[in-house]
């Protein structure tokens, strides 16, 4: 695949692995234009798929996008369908595309809630694009941080009641493989679009060391420009994950 300058401007530097992106603000981009909020979300699919190419440009091994929370059911009916339908459309349009460009589709959250038919779908997209090496797309689905972590904390709590686990065996890194991407590079960046500075519940444990990305851009404006100048921040700041910043210094000079 040919890079385009913007995307050649950050590659050769150590890109981020894995970035999650919390796609915000499709139902102020379609009422600034005086349309009704779902076209925002329909406009929102074309930010996905060209965020789909930037990220398989640069070499990132994993993509998780925030399309649903567990708290988005609280909207009105008819914005929840409409979601619920556009899944289903995408789903079907978009996998075989996805099959072709060796990228691994993985649904995250709790699916559960949703139709059998949609269920039936997410099986079906996950099992075709199962065995591909590329990127891994994960899209978060009914997902919300605190659910992950209760989830996990369930699971364990069955293994000791069923006498297979000790509660002192429980470590961080034992707990961190019963969450969702655990088996995943951590997340290096995580991107925010339309304007509010704060997580909502998306990914709280796996976020734990990743650098924060606010743009005021609505998300279905988002495209390579925007994609780049979030990596080239990324790659400004200096990540110590607790060390100092004249160790970290010191070991980048040392690995020249
Ligand atoms: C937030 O904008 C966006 C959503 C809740 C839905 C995101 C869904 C898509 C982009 C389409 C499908 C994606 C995939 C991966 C299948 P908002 O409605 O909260 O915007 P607002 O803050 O302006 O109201």
Redesign the pocket.
Known sequence: MTQSPATEAVVGKVSPRHIAII???????AQSRGKA?IM??KQ??EA?RETVRCATRLGVESLT?F??SSE?WRRPEEEVNF?ME??LL?LGREVKKLHKNNIKLNIIGDCSAFSERLKKKIGEAQALTAGNTGLVLN?AANYGGCWDITHAAQQLAEQVARGELQSSDITESLFAQQLSLSEQPPVDLMIRT?GDHRISNFLLWQLAYAELYFTDTL?PDFGEQAFSEAVAVFLSRERRFGYTGAQVRAWMNDSK
Do not use: I
Request: proline content about 0%.
């Open positions: 796609m915000d603000g499709n139902g102020r981009w909020r925002g979300h929102g699919v996905v996008l399309a649903f988005n979601l556009l899944f995408v899209v339309g998300w």
